[in-house]
């Protein structure tokens, strides 16, 4: 079973700063290499927009509401991907969840796994 574990999540004033982590690993198996990650998230009623994405390669992306904002990377031999959040709005508080599009593993080829989300709350 692959787990996404996400965290560094938290309350910061508008104008602050954080960065969030998602690692992967597998209980009873090993992980080779991950492809696409990304960071997805989810306001109070929203829908879930995917907010950055990184290749396996280094190449990134992301929303037009977050760019030159967020930073995403990624350290493939610690199995985790990174979200580096500044100058936060308020517009920004949502449940932040980080998905791999695919893993190749010791037990087969995984697809779609998610995280359990990790609350971002830009207040004050």
């Known amino acids: 079973q692959v787990q996404l574990v996400e965290s560094g999540g938290g309350l910061v004033q508008p104008g602050g700063s954080l960065t969030l982590s998602c690692a992967a690993s597998?209980?009873?198996?090993?992980?080779?290499?991950?492809?696409?990650m990304r960071w997805y998230r989810q306001a109070p009623g929203g829908q879930r927009d995917e907010v950055a994405m990184?290749?396996?390669?280094?190449?990134?992306d992301y929303a037009a509401s977050v760019k030159g904002r967020f930073a995403i990377s990624r350290d493939n031999a610690k199995k985790t991907i990174y979200l580096q959040m500044n100058n936060l709005k308020p517009e920004d508080t949502a449940v932040y969840y980080c998905?791999?599009?695919?893993?190749?593993?010791?037990?087969?080829?995984?697809?779609?796994?998610w995280g359990q989300g990790t609350q971002v709350t830009v207040s004050g």
């Open positions: 998905k791999a599009d695919r893993l190749v593993t010791s037990r087969g080829p995984r697809y779609d796994s």
């Open positions: 597998m209980s009873s198996g090993v992980i080779y290499g991950i492809g696409d």
């Open positions: 990184i290749a396996s390669d280094g190449f990134s």
